[in-house]
């Protein structure tokens, strides 16, 4: 195959929300097409495993943004340009000159440190939930709250300002919202994090990560503040929506929840299948990346200048296993791409993991009659956001 056809597909129309956009399957089923954003912009989509795992590692392709294609449906992206200290949007050195010094605070040795803090957060939003009693919301009373304070915690800020965070986050991800109010909210939580430097300067902290951003780096107060800001906003989004997509799809599949409880000692392995199976069926198209060079992928050249895009429901692709497009929570761990891939792969997957694991395992041990409310077809989605999820979760025990 050589060429492609142009083929818009709509990216907010889904038969079940726990689905792909309506045409998106049938649209990538012969390999790599060209789609057009919302905005107008054509990009290469790529779905195979292979050919995602190349544009995000493949040095030909660049993370840098310059007139490339927005995760958003109108005007410009929230983040204005330049944006220093937003490791999306860096390659190479400069990339590595930020990602580095703070890969350490997101090591397997810290965030299993951090577990027993995690049960404890967890626990404590349980017990609460239980006080009050069915019914109850699982993305006020557990998936917001719970990452929030993590992050805010490996950051050095205090819980207080856990709304503000999270009002932040709406505006960072979201795909509708304006420069403006954005602006508004950046400039607020930069306030509170510019004393936040300060003290840990003072005091020559080291021991969270604004404290080694201002002590142990060369990062400027700008970069410092856009890097805590997105971690903040990142590190309980994206875990949010995780955890809430996670409960809805074993909500609709009681044979999977069911070996969930009957063995939670394999919650680390399950998060993965589960990480595997939502992100893959979800589809829909994301991470653009532009070529600097000709790039052959799957057939297709993808000529210096063009952009591709990456689907996740490479994830679902029976190379990776057997029934890939089935969830099975007794299956071994897979290699997926629910992280990404290559430099820009999550810098916070080990936390995710440790978040998602204590989750799971949690609430489904505590509440082993929890059911949803409603069908879930019939709950509300944030289409709004670049970060797909649940706005409501209502369930009863």
Same mark, same amino acid.
């Given at each position: 195959?050589?060429e ?16 792909? %956009? ?20 054509e990009?290469?989509? &790529? ?10 590692s493949?040095? /030909? ?10 995760? /958003?449906?109108?005007?410009? %992206?929230?983040?204005? =340009? ?5 490791? !999306? ?12 010094p703070?890969s350490r605070?997101?090591? @397997? ?22 006080? +009050? ?11 917001l709250?719970?990452? #929030? ?15 503000l965070?999270q ?5 960072m ?7 403006e ?5 950046a ?22 990560? &604004? ?27 994206? $875990?949010? !929506? ?16 069911? &070996?969930?409880?009957?063995? %939670? #000692? =394999? ?6 299948e589960?990480? /595997?199976? $939502?992100?893959? =069926? ?6 653009a ?10 057939g ?6 063009? *952009? ?10 029976e $190379?990776?296993?057997?029934?890939a ?8 761990? @897979?290699?997926?791409?629910g ?12 936390l ?5 694991? &204590? ?8 509440? %082993?009659?929890? =059911? ?9 989605? +944030?289409?709004?956001s ?10 009863? *025990?």
């Amino acid at each position: 195959m050589t060429e492609a056809a142009v083929c818009p597909v709509p990216h907010e129309n889904r038969a079940h929300p726990l689905g792909a %956009p309506a045409g998106f399957e049938e649209a990538i089923g012969n390999g790599p097409v060209k789609m057009i954003w919302p905005n107008g912009v054509e990009a290469w989509v &790529i779905s195979s495993y292979t050919g995602v795992r190349q544009v995000l590692s493949d040095q /030909r392709f660049s993370a840098t943004r310059e007139g490339g294609p927005e995760m /958003r449906t109108v005007g410009e %992206p929230i983040l204005g =340009r330049p944006q220093p200290g937003n490791m !999306n949007v860096l390659d190479g050195d400069e990339h590595l000159r930020l990602r580095r010094p703070l890969s350490r605070a997101f090591m @397997v040795k810290k965030m299993n440190e951090m577990r027993p803090r995690i049960q404890q957060i967890v626990d404590d939003h349980l017990d609460a939930m239980e006080r +009050r009693g069915a019914p109850a919301d699982l993305v006020p009373a557990l998936c917001l709250p719970v990452p #929030s304070l993590v992050i805010a915690e490996l950051l050095g800020v205090s819980p207080e300002h856990q709304e503000l965070f999270q009002s932040t986050a709406r505006e960072m991800f979201g795909k509708n919202g304006s420069k403006e109010v954005y602006d508004a909210k950046a400039a607020e939580l930069g306030e509170v994090l510019v004393k936040v430097a300060a003290e840990k300067k003072a005091l020559g902290t080291t021991d969270d990560m &604004i404290g080694l951003m201002v002590n142990e780096t060369d990062f400027d107060m700008e970069e410092m503040l856009m890097l805590a800001i997105g971690l903040l906003a990142a590190g309980h989004e994206t $875990t949010s !929506n995780f955890f809430g997509l996670f409960a809805l799809t074993l909500f609709e599949r009681p044979d999977q929840l069911e &070996i969930l409880q009957r063995d %939670p #000692s =394999r919650a680390d392995v399950m998060v993965e299948e589960l990480l /595997r199976y $939502t992100i893959g =069926r979800l589809g829909g198209a994301g991470l653009a990346r532009k070529a600097v060079e000709d790039v052959e992928i799957d057939g297709v050249t993808i000529k210096a200048g063009e *952009w591709a895009t990456v689907t996740f429901r490479a994830n679902l692709e029976e $190379t990776l296993c057997p029934n890939a497009g089935e969830l099975d929570l007794e299956r071994k761990a @897979v290699s997926h791409l629910g992280f990404g891939f290559g430099p820009h792969q999550c810098l916070g997957a080990n936390l995710a993991r440790a978040e998602l694991q &204590i989750l799971l395992r949690s609430l489904f041990t505590r509440f %082993p009659n929890l =059911r949803p409310a409603i069908p879930v077809t019939e709950m509300d989605f +944030r289409e709004d956001s670049i970060t797909y999820g649940a706005a409501a979760i209502p369930v009863v *025990w």
